[in-house]
């Protein structure tokens, strides 16, 4: 039996410490690490500047292109690529993975700008690092009760209408479609003029669904009034303190501003996205869960019935493991 005070947070501080003490003292001692260090001496005078900068600045090194580790390490980028295959890596980007597996502790992911002397993997690594950088931004931000309000909202709502402008009119889109497929009577509108005549016709039990990356559109703003003096319920998925989540039922925040008057907006637009995804599979594991009295998903449309439409057997009956999922194994799996 435990009876010292406060012996949760003290447990806590004794994990953090010995954690940082680790830290400390070990550094980055993974095995690439330590095989860089006892390759060093073999290596040419200018792989071992190249060495000395991983060494010192490991975690760096990890976001950083072939451009900047050769201007760090005062060497060409040839040099950068002689040194990784002297230790064994096909390439740069082999060298990395194999870094990141070593280094203790979470390696940080960071937004990192595109340039014109980026090769196209670089810019590939740039964008796929920064979505990523991105959604685990989100993550760490998700409020549980706001969720569970969201999908209560959406789970007794009559009639479900997504509402969004300009590039996040194919996040609405792909919302009607999810909800569709859950057998639920909803619409997407992207047109402003179209979507305060469909807010107009809404009434008490339906829900709004109003996807904007500012929360600042006065045509999605005049909706949320229209919505709400008809008695319907708003659910926004939108940037925090912004005029349109003050308006909302519910609130889901995404806070990734993009300039959408010099960039395109990709990173955002795959936030809310992934949003629509989680109210889509909470909405379905409510559903599931409901029993007889929940609308059951096989039966709100065939395409997710026993069988497929060729007659071949679907994920609930392909094997003991799989049917554990259902009847959500078609709505989270890849498409045939």
Do not use: W
């Not at 960071?110 to 690092?129: A, C, I, N, P």
């Not at 003050?246 to 959408?260: C, Q, S, T, Y």
């Amino acid at each position: 039996m435990i009876t010292a005070e406060h012996a949760t947070f003290k447990g806590a501080s004794a994990i953090l410490e010995a954690q940082l003490r680790s830290l400390q003292t070990s550094g980055a001692a993974s095995a690439i690490v330590g095989q860089i260090r006892r390759a060093r001496d073999g290596l040419s005078p200018a792989e071992q500047r190249v060495a000395d900068h991983v060494l010192a600045h490991s975690r760096k090194v990890l976001n950083d292109p072939i451009a900047e580790i050769a201007r760090a390490a005062s060497v060409s980028q040839p040099t950068v690529i002689r040194f990784c295959r002297s230790l064994g890596c096909e390439g740069l980007s082999d060298f990395k993975l194999r870094l990141a597996s070593g280094l203790t502790g979470t390696v940080p992911v960071s937004h990192t700008q595109v340039t014109q002397d980026d090769s196209m993997v670089e810019l590939g690594e740039k964008v796929l690092g920064n979505t990523a950088s991105a959604i685990l931004q989100v993550r760490s931000q998700l409020n549980r009760d706001m969720i569970d309000r969201s999908i209560e909202l959406l789970l007794n709502a009559t009639r479900i209408e997504f509402f969004a402008i300009g590039h996040y009119g194919v996040v609405a889109q792909d919302a009607q479609f999810k909800f569709l497929r859950l057998g639920v009577a909803c619409n997407a509108y992207v047109e402003p003029r179209l979507q305060l005549l469909a807010a107009q016709t809404l009434k008490a039990g339906d829900v709004a669904v109003l996807i904007s990356s500012s929360g600042k559109l006065p045509e999605l703003i005049a909706v949320a009034d229209a919505a709400r003096e008809r008695g319907a319920h708003v659910l926004a998925i939108t940037a925090s303190q912004s005029p349109l989540a003050k308006k909302a039922d519910a609130a889901l925040i995404v806070d990734h501003v993009e300039d959408v008057a010099t960039h395109l907006p990709m990173i955002s637009r795959i936030l809310h996205l992934l949003v629509i995804d989680m109210l889509a599979v909470g909405v379905a594991m409510r559903r599931d869960h409901a029993g007889p009295a929940g609308l059951a998903l096989g039966a709100a449309h065939p395409d997710l019935d026993e069988t497929d439409a060729d007659g071949r057997p679907s994920a609930r009956r392909a094997a003991p493991g799989i049917s554990l999922a259902s009847p959500l194994a078609k709505l989270t799996a890849h498409s045939r």
